[in-house]
């Protein structure tokens, strides 16, 4: 069974820093691309950052976290990280990982995890 579980959030001041991490079960994750996803009350989902499978180098970032956020892997622990730093409260919602066996920037996501709560305090 497939499982992916995030963790990590809660509740920060603005300029404060979290790390959410999506620790995955039931598959090999370093053949996943894997991307973070949030979704603020009353606004659609969005595609914060994406990372390609182990390998392949190539990782993504929406605008608004450009150069605050990073998102890595450690596939020894099968696990992916967003780094969240300079967090602002524009940036709290519910954050969710997800896997595709295809590239992290296309729509169809072949797995999702629970998601965990980020609020940034002003």
């Known amino acids: 069974q497939v499982q992916l579980v995030e963790s990590g959030g809660g509740l920060v001041q603005a300029g404060g820093s979290l790390r959410l991490s999506c620790v995955a079960s039931g598959l090999t994750f370093r053949a996943f691309a894997v991307g973070w996803f949030r979704q603020a009350p009353g606004k659609e989902r969005e595609f914060v950052a994406g990372i390609s499978k182990w390998g392949g180098g190539g990782t993504y970032y929406t605008d608004s976290v450009k150069g605050r956020f990073t998102i890595s892997r450690d596939p020894a622990k099968n696990t992916v990280y967003l780094q969240m730093n300079s967090l602002k409260p524009e940036d709290t919602a519910f954050y969710y990982c997800?896997?595709?066996?295809?590239?992290?920037?296309?729509?169809?996501?072949?797995?999702w995890g629970q998601g965990t709560q980020v609020t940034v305090s002003s």
């Open positions: 997800a896997a595709t066996y295809l590239a992290y920037d296309q729509p169809n996501y072949d797995y």
